[in-house]
């Protein structure tokens, strides 16, 4: 009796575990098929660092066409590209990957004027663009460059005090040329004041905070510029009257974009939001981080963006022109008139109360077809300067107005990151601990645990 118990208890237990082992071979089973048929991945770090942007999966999943990456390497390094590559085959089935070794295949490496390993070829449609790094920026530019046909330039005005497009000191534009270029725009700097007249080649022009007036005939060639279809970008300082270099009023300017329906504030933000000044702020930045649903401004909302000395608008619409906000300072914030010295005294009953209206976007109707005028207006020119336009989204905000106005909406998004740097720094005593504990104390608590619970058991 006792022996048929024990072999029925025994085949219980030979039954239990054989359907253990194929539910577990089963899983197994369904689970590499659905690996092998929907290639997904689940990125857990903290900056998506395995991730491609919101900006690539706009463009890719948007293909109208085929495309094809070529990936020239040596066979035993494919795996260099392959990882990233594979990324953007996921987002569309118009994207295929192809990997060639310009040692097997020399007259292929050839024909794609092949001059280095480890290089990329983006082909979409008939038009072929080399990748300029194997990087996700270098791909997807690679991919713009493709669907972007016609030459785009952004012209930045130059002569009375702008912030320069060559400059590479803290107040020059040279980081904010650099952004541009990766979305293939080409660059150049012009002077209204030598010849009163926007480049017919000009995309889009950008005044980019004049610390001098514009003379009339300048005023008179962006007036007729953006109201012929033109876009323009206006990134105008308050007036401020301290210091050595005082900023002109601009007058003449600022009555053009005030019969467009934007009124420039002759005041300074100051910005108490207690975030700022844990951001490590002063209270003459303003800190934005609600915005409008724009295009612009749309997808940066759980985005931080800065600006330096900024003032306030007020917006409306005319007969000629739509116009809408894009952001608001904070509603801890106040705008003084008082711009001629340091001393602020936040108690006036003369200041603004917060929020308060930074930027503005607006369109001009022609009565032509096809030929709308764009204008943005940004209180502040300081961050898009080299000094602060990698402060969190201000990169993202400059190159999104510029899509804007280009027409380029398909760009407009979050660029890609550039990966952080998570290295730990320690000092000589502190590696010294983290050997200690690794290799003595941790096994030997293991140890001494084991040993306890067999000693229990015994």
Known sequence: ??????????????????????????????????????????????????SLSDQTAKIVKGLKQNATITYFNQSTRFRDGKDLLEQYANLSPKVQVKYVDPDKDPQLAREAGIRSLGTAVVQVGDKKEEAKSMTEEGITGAFIRDLKSKTRTVCFTSGSGEHQLDDSNREGLSHFKELLAKDNYETKSVDLLTKAEVPGDCTALVIAGPTKNYEQPEVNAIKNYVENGGRAFFMLDPPLKIGHEEIADNDALTSLLQGWGVTLDKDLILDLNPLGQIAGLGPQVALVTHYESQPIVEQLRGTATGFPLARSLDVKNTDKTSVQKLFDSSSTSLATSNLSSPAVNVNDPKNKKGPLTMAAAGTYNTGKENSQGRFVVVGSSTWAANRFIDFNGNNDLASNAVNWLSSDEDLISIRPKPQDDRRITMTARQVSWVRAV?????????????????????
């Open 1 to 50: 009796m006792a022996s048929h118990w024990l072999k029925a208890r025994q085949t219980r237990y030979a039954a239990y575990a054989a359907a253990y082992i194929v539910i577990v071979i089963a899983a197994v089973v369904v689970a590499n098929i659905l690996a092998d048929r929907y290639n997904k991945s689940y990125d857990s770090t903290a900056n998506k660092r395995y």
């Open 438 to 458: 690794s290799q003595f104390v941790l096994p030997f608590a293991v140890v001494i645990v084991g040993v306890s619970v067999w000693w229990k058991r015994r």
